[in-house]
């Protein structure tokens, strides 16, 4: 992915009434190269958009404009990886749940960043929250809310 606007968007929108569920589960992103992204190389959470509810476009760049999180979206075993993020006009990403309902399972393996922007999160490098994930494979930056893992055996062919 040359030159792309998202890189990879996982997504979720709210229910459209109070019974509405979703789920989310079962998902490898897996040797995939992001290059020079102009906006968020990495999303996993709600959709930024304009309709009522919905994350709003410049969040987080403004924090305190709205990004609500579906509570009714399950989200469950999401792997990324073997994902190169190289360069960017955002920093690398945003792995977003919510805390009611967290995402589970999530799992960065070998998931590295390199010249890395710093905008807007600093040298944080993602929002991270409502999410229990673990990071593994030499994945660097590791995303705050993840536990990082050593030693793990991988089942990818040439790969320890």
């Known amino acids: 992915m040359v030159n792309t606007f998202k890189g990879i968007y996982l997504k979720s929108r709210p229910a459209g009434s109070p019974t509405d569920t979703g789920e989310i589960t079962n998902i490898l992103y897996q040797n995939i190269t992001i290059k020079n ?48 993020v190289d360069g960017g006009s955002l920093s690398p990403g945003v792995v977003l749940g919510n805390s009611s309902n967290p995402m589970t399972g999530v799992v960065f393996d070998h998931v590295v960043v390199k ?38 055996l991988r089942e990818v062919p040439g790969r320890i």
């Open 37 to 84: 992204a102009s906006q968020w190389s990495l999303w996993i959470g709600p959709q930024q958009a304009i309709y009522a509810g919905a994350c709003n476009l410049l969040w987080p760049d403004i924090p305190e404009l709205p990004c609500p999180v579906p509570v009714e979206m399950t989200w469950s075993n999401i792997t990324f990886r073997d994902i190169i």
């Open 115 to 152: 010249n890395p922007s710093l905008n807007p999160l600093g040298d944080k490098y993602y929002v991270c929250n409502g999410t229990q994930g673990i990071a593994t494979g030499g994945t660097s930056p590791v995303p705050p809310c993840f536990k990082e893992v050593d030693n793990v």
